[in-house]
């Protein structure tokens, strides 16, 4: 689907999976206006298939687009494009009861012009593609790194918008994060390199003795999460506390030593819920939760998260959303 400044959102088409035509000199090629999406298409044990919480993808596609001056999408027709192409692509749903199809939505600026301005045409596009589970093997607790050198985002910058420029700048921590043995990066506020953000495409939580859940709050660095706002209403509703406010790695560090920290996790789309095991640091002073991890809060939030998803739990929240077959 298309976007002009004259005439807005127009000619939506489905087309087979296969190259894009795009002009060498069309804008995101040069100055990165673009955003992201990212969901999945679950199969039910009756055949059925279902979104988990597309409107919040469409909410947090809009505020992306704001940030990178980027057109809005309609709600209404960022989800019906979601579920026309999962309609369409119904037999690539897996049957498999750990397995998904991953939806990928997108915006990029398409003007032709060799200018720093914000384009006057844009595309939007979702492309699907089967995802098999993020664990083989049975849910086992990662090791993380902490960044020492590099900041996702900074104050003021596009750490809140899912926009591919954070990703790019966060492929170098990344690397890092994979030479030290782990799963993903940790990134902390730039000021402080302490307070921290999120992972490399995750949010994080902590877990205190008396059962409070701690997750660094929305502050305009972060994403915030689908997963992560699951997570939260999810806990409430058992009769949790949740706290969200500034968090930081001596909190965290102090509180394990203290036994007043007893578990971590991270959050989001393509794994769930993943139990933190050990949070490795430059300088040593890793954090270790030894063979106390994955705790029992995070698996259980897992199995009733993915539960729902699969739709081998109660959908009690509407959370779901059925697609019927084209
Ligand atoms: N933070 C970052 C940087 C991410 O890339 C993701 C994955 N989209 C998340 C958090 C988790 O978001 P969600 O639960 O919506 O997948």
Redesign the pocket.
């Known amino acids: 689907i298309t976007w002009t400044e004259d005439a807005g959102w127009h000619d939506a088409e489905v087309l087979p999976y296969g190259p894009l035509q795009i002009d060498p000199a069309s804008s995101v090629l040069h100055y990165g206006q673009e955003i992201f ?3 999945k298409a679950y199969r039910r044990p009756d055949g059925s298939i279902v979104t988990f919480r597309p409107e ?2 469409a909410q ?1 596609l809009n505020d992306s687009a704001r940030r990178l001056a980027l057109p809005e999408l309609p709600q209404g027709l960022f989800v019906r494009a979601v579920q026309e192409l999962v309609a369409i692509d119904a037999d690539w749903v897996p049957t498999a009861a750990d397995q998904s199809l991953y939806l990928r939505p997108f915006m990029i600026a398409d003007e032709v012009f060799l200018g720093v301005r914000s384009a006057r045409r844009a595309r939007f596009l979702v492309i699907a593609s089967p995802a098999g589970p993020y664990f083989t093997g049975g849910v086992k607790p990662v090791a993380i790194w902490l960044s020492e050198h590099w900041a ?1 985002a900074g104050h003021g910058g596009t750490g809140a918008a ?1 926009c591919g420029g ?2 790019a700048a ?1 492929l170098l921590p990344q690397n890092e994060a994979a030479e030290h043995g782990c799963a993903q990066v940790l990134f902390t506020d730039a000021e402080t390199d302490d307070t921290i953000d ?6 994080l939580f902590l877990v205190r003795s008396d059962g409070t859940l701690v997750t660094p709050e929305l502050n305009g660095n ?9 997570l939260i209403e999810l806990a409430q509703d058992r009769g949790h506390a949740v706290e969200e406010r500034p968090v930081t790695v001596s909190e965290w560090r102090e509180g394990v030593a203290q036994g007043t920290i007893t578990e971590a996790f991270a ?4 794994a769930v819920i993943t139990p933190i095991g050990q949070l490795r640091t430059a300088d040593g002073r890793d954090i270790d939760f030894g063979d106390r991890a994955p705790g029992s809060l995070t698996m259980s939030l897992r199995e009733e998260l993915t539960g729902i998803q699969f739709g081998i739990r109660p959908d009690r929240f509407g959370w779901l959303t059925e697609i019927v077959p084209a």
């Open positions: 999406e990212g969901l919040g993808n947090r996702r899912k954070n990703y966060s999120e992972l490399g495409g995750m949010n972060i994403l915030a999460g689908i997963t992560r706002k699951s959050c989001g789309t393509a």
